[in-house]
């Protein structure tokens, strides 16, 4: 426990990943918890867990960049594209194996991010969102019009990964991987914030040119910014791409971007837990609505025809009364809720 | 060189159109420094309510504009008040993602009360073309040329000698002082909201009369970004001429270098082009430079 005080003395204890013994063991039972789920949750819910395990691989990546850094990108779901793509080329076109494939998907989109994000050292708030939003329209149009490459809008099919004579064709298998690489990408992103780096992102994002004087390298930490961001919405992406084993422009549309900048938002800028509450509240609306329609279709029955044009209606209104009542987002909420169990009965 | 032509002044009336809804954009601008990226949406709603009302309610069109432009005055204003001022400190990436709610959220309100077909206008304009030596023009886009010009001349009036125009020049260039020679800056904001969300609606039905009118019609919010970017986010002027520019590429592009490679490019050329503003002259044409200091 931590109520009364801090008693650090070395640099070293200040900056370790787990301050105390309690938190290392809160991590190991929510470890454990994931890895049991599949074993009480249903197929179904399996592959909607893995969604969202996918979706909080993205959303971390987009929130070092935006929530961290401070530069806004609306191009995420081109960016998820490209990595969906490059894996789809690699394991079907070439006849790579997935677990290359996978790393090469990643390197790929974040060598692109970052020659998207050499425009952010001129560019600032607005602009730089324009031009993300550019980069969108930009590498979707490549993706759809490269037929010879990409299969143009009709897409290409892909296939599930295999470990030797073993295929993680099942939900629960690709379950298991998706959750790895998001434990793998939670502890990166742990340990960038606690770095130099993640200290000079945090240091551009509050204001760039005091940073620049205080000696950071503003064009090596946006682009490297940039990169690192996509380089996780890229491994997003091709796991996406395996999971859904199709890939085809319209799955990339400035929609998703959207949904990806709603999923830090509400889950709460600059935070990794709070991407991960945001992946997965984003990720269960549409499923929490349908049931909601399904509840209302005996009052309404034509309600079914609007279900898409509701959905759209429904995530705008969760965005503008998360910005407006709780600007922290959902992590906030989860930090006030644990501080009025821990204050009890003598909160103030 | 017919077809030239014809390119040039159909990217010219287009162009029109888009100078005109990049004006809502930048009035928005230039007061809240608000990029509002629902203004897809004021574009389409204006034009449901004007149909609805000729069609149901068989009100002559002109009694149904006027109509629509007080209800979209009014929808500027509660938006502003509910959505835009409780955020209006908030860091940019809110803001912007408050107006792409805003956008969600109205375009599933459309979605949903009226369907996705297109919709067409009854005949307002007749539709005999005009032949100018050679050169076909209809008349809707005649019309919609001749009210774009005249509501630019009446808007650059209106910020030079009105009195409200002058105090939402003055709001734009610096808040804290306006607010310290007596100008309600509230009022201001609602003002402006609600004047841009009458001109989207205004291009709305323009556009509608061209086209017929569907939901997707919002997409118009996205394609007159590069518009504003190439005119530079804060001049009136420059979206116009922004508006000029990118309509005759566009077209250009689309009757020239789409048959080569198979369409499409008629979309993303604009995006193309903002790309490389952005590099090379970042505020635009006509745009005001900032300077930052820490």
Request: proline share 3%; charged share 10%.
């Amino acid at each position: 426990m931590r109520e009364c005080g801090n008693y650090k003395t070395t640099y070293r204890d200040d900056m370790k990943l787990f301050g105390t013994t309690g938190a290392k063991i809160k991590a190991i039972i929510i470890i454990l918890t994931i890895l049991a789920l599949p074993l009480f949750a249903s197929s179904y819910w399996v592959g909607l867990l893995t969604l969202c395990a996918i979706a909080s691989v993205g959303a971390i990546g987009l929130n070092i960049l935006t929530g961290l850094t401070g530069q806004i990108s609306i191009g995420v779901g081109a960016f998820l594209g490209v990595g969906g793509y490059t894996s789809a080329i690699l394991t079907s076109t070439a006849g790579i194996s997935f677990w290359v494939a996978l790393p090469i998907a990643g390197i790929v989109t974040a060598l692109i991010g970052g020659l998207f994000g050499i425009p952010s050292l001129r560019l600032k708030g607005l602009y730089l969102a324009i031009a993300t939003l550019a980069a969108q329209v930009i590498i979707l149009f490549v993706i759809s019009r490269w037929d010879g490459l990409t299969g143009g809008t009709a897409g290409m099919v892909l296939s599930r990964p295999t470990i030797g004579q073993f295929s993680l064709s099942s939900n629960t298998g690709y379950y298991y991987l998706c959750v790895i690489i998001l434990l793998l990408t939670v502890l990166y992103a742990t340990n960038l914030i606690r770095s130099r780096t993640g200290r000079a992102f945090l240091a551009v994002r509050d204001r760039d040119i005091a940073a620049q004087i205080m000696g950071i390298n503003l064009f090596k930490y946006k682009v490297m910014a940039f990169a690192i961001s996509s380089f996780f919405v890229g491994i997003a992406g091709a796991l996406l791409a395996h999971y859904t084993m199709i890939v085809s422009p319209e799955l990339y549309s400035f929609h998703v971007s959207i949904e990806y900048l709603a999923m830090i938002l509400i889950g709460g800028l600059g935070s990794i837990f709070g991407s991960i509450l945001g992946a997965v509240f984003i990720t269960l609306l549409p499923v929490g609505l349908s049931s909601l329609i399904d509840v209302m279709a005996g009052i309404m029955p034509d309600l079914y025809q609007l279900f898409s044009a509701f959905k759209d209606f429904v995530f705008g209104a969760v965005i503008i009364l998360f910005l407006i009542f709780e600007p922290g987002g959902l992590a906030h909420i989860w930090l006030n809720i644990k501080k009025y169990f821990r204050l009890w009965p003598f909160s103030y | 060189m017919t077809f030239f032509l014809q390119m040039l002044v159909t990217g010219i009336v287009v162009g029109s159109i888009y100078g005109l809804v990049a004006l809502g954009f930048v009035l928005i601008y230039r007061a809240s420094g608000a990029l509002n990226l629902a203004n897809g949406e004021f574009v389409i709603i204006g034009p449901y309510i004007c149909l609805v009302l000729m069609t149901a309610y068989k009100i002559p069109f002109i009694l149904s504009l006027v109509i629509t432009l007080i209800f979209s005055a009014i929808l500027g204003l509660v938006v502003e008040r509910l959505v835009i001022r409780p955020i209006q400190n908030a860091p940019v990436v809110s803001v912007i993602m408050a107006t792409i709610g805003l956008s969600s959220l109205l375009g599933g309100a459309v979605h949903m009360l009226w369907g996705h077909q297109t919709r067409t206008f009854p005949q307002v304009f007749p539709s005999t073309p005009i032949n100018f030596s050679g050169l076909i023009i209809t008349p809707v886009y005649l019309w919609s040329f001749i009210v774009v010009i005249v509501l630019l001349l009446l808007f650059s009036l209106f910020f030079k000698f009105s009195k409200m125009g002058i105090a939402m020049r003055a709001v734009a260039d610096d808040r804290q002082a306006a607010l310290s020679m007596g100008i309600s800056v509230k009022f201001v904001y609602a003002a402006t909201w609600a004047i841009a969300s009458v001109v989207a609606a205004v291009g709305g039905v323009l556009l509608g009369n061209i086209n017929g009118l569907s939901p997707t019609m919002a997409a118009i919010g996205l394609t007159v970004l590069p518009v504003v970017i190439l005119g530079g986010l804060d001049s009136v002027l420059g979206a116009i001429v922004g508006g000029f520019i990118i309509g005759i590429l566009q077209n250009m592009a689309g009757g020239y270098l789409d048959p080569l490679i198979g369409g499409g490019l008629k979309e993303v050329a604009p995006f193309i082009v903002v790309l490389l503003i952005l590099m090379l002259k970042p505020y635009g044409l006509f745009g005001s430079r900032g300077i930052e200091r820490v």
